[in-house]
């Protein structure tokens, strides 16, 4: 396997994330190639743990106005970036990718870290990483706060996300940080958007985020199984449960009804919309820190 890392140079013009970097070292299940996996780790380290997981095609940045205040209620805020985002390792080829290897990389990656009494703080596919993680090993969570994602198990593609699947393939500009603006309700400053496109200074550092879409496990796609086991462990599911999802994203809107009721440790929840776009950590990080803060155990 081929890897890829964005040099660090690509960063030093980022003025808004002040967090220092931690990384670990990670070995691919299916051939040990070793990847560095970065995180931002902020808090007392014997403080309960919040682990924040970004999704499609952003990375750790996008918790930069969650991060403190969390941290300032009392907790350990975990907040990585997966694998061919941010500052991890990028793998150079779309077929180097799978959600199975998505799944594998960060259950790997927990377990290194030994975390637990973990609340899980997700959007896009960090819910679809994160939940199949607390599937795997409910032991180390305690609660999950979930925003604009899922875990889809079949059906038809939506048709806002049809139409954004066909761009991720054959567009030939994949303008990054361009397309999390329009994610937005907000925008972005210019600022902003050169963050987001500072992991990618090249197209072949792009491979992970173009061939992400093609992953989400509608119908005839080789996850839907393992999305049904996975159900079956949420179903079991008692531990609190939020849904925050937002008002304004074509994708995800009214993605909590797939949750509430099925999921038992969503009973008697204070579940929220929140104002904004797909990308909620930039249009409403109040609201959803303040739905993380419900639920995650008391420090």
């Known amino acids: 396997m081929k890897v890829l890392r964005t040099p660090d140079a690509a960063f030093a013009g980022i ?3 002040p967090y220092a970097p931690h990384y670990a070292e990670i070995a691919d299940p299916q051939d040990g190639t070793r990847l560095r996996l970065h995180y931002i780790d902020e808090g007392p380290r014997d403080a309960p743990i919040v682990l924040m997981m970004h999704g499609e095609p952003s990375w750790c940045y996008l918790y930069r106005h969650m991060i403190a205040p969390v941290v300032a209620a009392g907790y350990r805020v975990i907040a990585p970036d997966l694998i061919g985002f941010g500052k991890s390792d990028k793998p150079a080829r779309q077929t180097d990718y799978s959600y199975a290897r998505h799944v594998a990389w960060m259950r790997t ?5 030994d975390l637990e009494g973990i609340t899980l703080a997700c959007q896009d596919w960090g819910s679809l990483v994160g939940l199949r993680l607390v599937a795997a ?21 939506p048709r806002a996300f049809a139409i954004w699947r066909a761009f991720s393939q054959w567009s030939p500009l994949f303008p990054i940080g361009g397309i999390i603006g329009k994610g937005t309700r907000r925008g972005l400053s210019k600022a902003e958007i050169a963050a987001y496109d500072a992991p990618f200074p090249a197209n072949a550092y792009k491979a992970g985020a173009r061939i992400f879409p093609t992953f989400v496990p509608f119908e005839g796609n080789v996850a839907v199984p393992d999305q049904k086991q996975a159900w079956e462990a949420l179903e079991r599911w008692d531990k609190p449960f939020l849904c925050c999802f937002s008002d304004g994203d074509p994708i995800t809107r009214g993605g909590d009804a797939l949750f509430i009721g ?13 104002k904004g ?4 950590q930039e249009d409403d990080p109040r609201g959803f820190i303040d739905c993380i803060l419900k639920i995650a155990p008391a420090p």
């Open 262 to 274: 099925r999921v038992p440790g969503t009973a008697g929840q204070p579940h929220t919309t929140l």
């Open 277 to 280: 776009g797909h990308f909620i």
């Open 15 to 17: 003025d808004d994330f």
């Open 109 to 113: 990656w927990i377990e290194q870290l």
């Open 137 to 157: 090993m409910p032991d180390r969570f305690a609660a999950v706060a979930l925003s604009n994602g899922g875990l889809p198990e079949g059906g038809p593609a």
